[in-house]
């Protein structure tokens, strides 16, 4: 639920104690852990410098917001809601304008409306954006020609364009991707706010480049036959349904930048502990989810709902002792774990992991991810994700959460709102040779439109094959 109401606060400097005393936690004790996929800045006084001035500006999220999200996953957790997480694979600073943000905003509402609609329970809509600047990368070096430069680790750190100024780590990149999360949740507000988001009025939230898609025409019988239970609600009961006019909206990001994380974690009045106010939802990547690692590290002390990526190569001793470490006490809500296993491996490696978890008592959501461990590259080199494959290992895990007396309780998806051509298949039966057409993404392919709607639909078909 995104609001514009600011959350008084107080932050402490965060010194580090390595003590190893449970109550000594605070938000810079991850330096005395291994922190991987860190930013080198090559100018260590410029970085504090940024962290200070970054530490005394406002939070981008209120603490009642997260502790309300964490709420509504605690009943995806009981099967009474349905969990959707969706936006870029990594956003840029330069894509934060309205048109790129509210197409974004279409895309999951028309996702949420045809999962609320087949599922017939409420949705608990999660952007993957409004602060997605970061990325991990599989080294830290890239050479072109003979060249080698930094990395490109996203927006929040450096430049995508390969020169030696644009991939030198520049912490003034955080100032501005704290001003660009501000931005595009304010926008996001200000739209929900003012009944964008209003179930009378779907119609606002068609993207004009899919008018003559048969996708598009199915969401509008949808949408008709939900404004029709609409209307009839209210002529039973005599009056308009005033809550159907906004929805709760939620951020996230993966929290992979430690410095930057650690500036924006604060306590508030009348709160016990301590809040990540730069996001409502912060995930560890499957890269950074080392028990004995910064990131868990930094992820056991903060009251947020947090997300763990988990791929083919967990164990079920590496996720019995996460949630040992991240959830104690075994508090609901507090726990997603977001499987990528990718279509070849999902058979094979879910179910222990499944049971692994049921064996400790603690509660989880369990989100399939079925993005990340289908990622191909073609002949002529450029990186792309099937839709059929998207499609099975989605299908899949559904079933395989069924026949493990489990439920898969949400979907984590990369998607745009833009006509892009990134994935192959889907309703257009996109081919290789579509790709070069519209491939916008500077890091991961991701689902337009027509795939995410489609997928959505595909979704229902499944739960309701299993009922």
């Given at each position: 639920m995104i609001t514009s109401e600011s959350d008084g606060m107080s932050q402490g400097p965060g010194k580090v104690d390595s003590s190893g005393e449970e109550n000594s936690w605070q938000p810079?004790?991850?330096?005395?852990?291994?922190?991987?996929?860190?930013?080198?800045?090559?100018?260590?006084?410029?970085?504090?410098?940024?962290?200070?001035?970054?530490?005394?500006?406002?939070?981008?999220?209120?603490?009642?917001?997260?502790?309300?999200?964490?709420?509504?996953?605690?009943?995806?957790?009981?099967?009474?809601?349905?969990?959707?997480?969706?936006g870029d694979c990594a956003e840029n600073f330069t894509e934060c304008n309205s048109e790129v943000i509210t197409n974004r905003l279409k895309v999951l509402l028309q996702m949420s409306l045809a999962l609320t609609h087949g599922l017939q329970k409420p949705v608990v809509r999660v952007g993957r954006f409004a602060g997605q600047y970061a990325k991990p990368r599989s080294s830290d070096v890239e050479t072109r020609d003979g060249v080698t430069l930094p990395s490109y680790r996203g927006d929040l750190v450096n430049s995508v364009e390969f020169t030696p100024a644009a991939r030198r780590p520049d912490p003034h990149r955080l100032i501005q991707g704290h001003a660009s999360s501000a931005m595009t949740m304010n926008f996001v507000r200000a739209l929900v706010d003012g009944g964008f988001a209003d179930l009378h009025h779907p119609e606002y939230?068609?993207?004009?480049?899919?008018?003559h898609s048969p996708l598009a025409d199915e969401f509008q019988r949808l949408a008709d036959s939900l404004g029709r239970a609409v209307n009839f609600m209210e002529t039973i009961s005599g009056r308009r349904a005033g809550s159907l006019k906004r929805v709760d909206f939620y951020t996230s990001h993966e929290a992979l930048h430690l410095h930057y994380e650690q500036a924006l974690t604060r306590t508030v009045p009348r709160q016990q502990g301590w809040f990540n106010l730069t996001t409502h939802f912060p995930w560890i990547g499957m890269r950074t989810a080392d028990v004995g690692g910064a990131h868990v590290e930094y992820f056991r002390g903060i009251r947020n709902p947090v997300g763990i990526k988990v791929g083919p190569g967990a164990s079920a001793t590496q996720l019995e002792q996460l949630l040992k470490k991240l959830n104690p006490e075994s508090e609901a809500g507090r726990i997603v774990l977001i499987h990528r296993m990718g279509v070849a491996n999902i058979e094979a490696r879910m179910p222990p992991l499944i049971r692994?978890?049921?064996?400790?008592?603690?509660?989880?959501?369990?989100?399939?991810?079925?993005?990340?461990?289908?990622?191909?590259?073609?002949?002529?080199?450029?990186?792309?994700?099937?839709?059929?494959?998207?499609?099975?290992?989605?299908?899949?895990?559904?079933?395989?959460?069924?026949?493990?007396?489990?439920?898969?309780?949400?979907?984590?998806?990369?998607?745009?709102?833009?006509?892009?051509?990134?994935?192959?298949?889907?309703?257009?039966?996109?081919?290789?040779?579509?790709?070069?057409?519209?491939?916008?993404?500077?890091?991961?392919?991701?689902?337009?439109?027509?795939?995410?709607?489609?997928?959505s639909m595909l979704i229902v078909s499944k739960f309701d094959k299993l009922t």
């Amino acid at each position: 639920m995104i609001t514009s109401e600011s959350d008084g606060m107080s932050q402490g400097p965060g010194k580090v104690d390595s003590s190893g005393e449970e109550n000594s936690w605070q938000p810079a004790s991850w330096q005395a852990w291994e922190a991987k996929q860190q930013a080198k800045y090559p100018d260590q006084d410029e970085l504090e410098n940024v962290l200070q001035e970054l530490s005394a500006l406002p939070p981008l999220v209120t603490s009642w917001e997260i502790l309300a999200l964490k709420k509504q996953i605690a009943e995806a957790q009981a099967g009474n809601r349905f969990f959707l997480q969706g936006g870029d694979c990594a956003e840029n600073f330069t894509e934060c304008n309205s048109e790129v943000i509210t197409n974004r905003l279409k895309v999951l509402l028309q996702m949420s409306l045809a999962l609320t609609h087949g599922l017939q329970k409420p949705v608990v809509r999660v952007g993957r954006f409004a602060g997605q600047y970061a990325k991990p990368r599989s080294s830290d070096v890239e050479t072109r020609d003979g060249v080698t430069l930094p990395s490109y680790r996203g927006d929040l750190v450096n430049s995508v364009e390969f020169t030696p100024a644009a991939r030198r780590p520049d912490p003034h990149r955080l100032i501005q991707g704290h001003a660009s999360s501000a931005m595009t949740m304010n926008f996001v507000r200000a739209l929900v706010d003012g009944g964008f988001a209003d179930l009378h009025h779907p119609e606002y939230w068609n993207l004009s480049w899919v008018q003559h898609s048969p996708l598009a025409d199915e969401f509008q019988r949808l949408a008709d036959s939900l404004g029709r239970a609409v209307n009839f609600m209210e002529t039973i009961s005599g009056r308009r349904a005033g809550s159907l006019k906004r929805v709760d909206f939620y951020t996230s990001h993966e929290a992979l930048h430690l410095h930057y994380e650690q500036a924006l974690t604060r306590t508030v009045p009348r709160q016990q502990g301590w809040f990540n106010l730069t996001t409502h939802f912060p995930w560890i990547g499957m890269r950074t989810a080392d028990v004995g690692g910064a990131h868990v590290e930094y992820f056991r002390g903060i009251r947020n709902p947090v997300g763990i990526k988990v791929g083919p190569g967990a164990s079920a001793t590496q996720l019995e002792q996460l949630l040992k470490k991240l959830n104690p006490e075994s508090e609901a809500g507090r726990i997603v774990l977001i499987h990528r296993m990718g279509v070849a491996n999902i058979e094979a490696r879910m179910p222990p992991l499944i049971r692994a978890v049921q064996d400790t008592g603690s509660p989880v959501l369990w989100v399939c991810d079925p993005m990340h461990g289908n990622t191909e590259t073609t002949a002529s080199g450029i990186k792309t994700r099937r839709f059929r494959n998207i499609m099975n290992e989605m299908e899949t895990a559904i079933e395989l959460h069924h026949q493990n007396d489990s439920q898969l309780g949400g979907a984590h998806l990369e998607l745009t709102g833009e006509n892009v051509t990134e994935c192959t298949g889907g309703a257009r039966n996109l081919d290789e040779a579509d790709l070069k057409r519209a491939y916008k993404s500077i890091v991961d392919p991701r689902l337009n439109y027509e795939q995410a709607l489609e997928l959505s639909m595909l979704i229902v078909s499944k739960f309701d094959k299993l009922t």
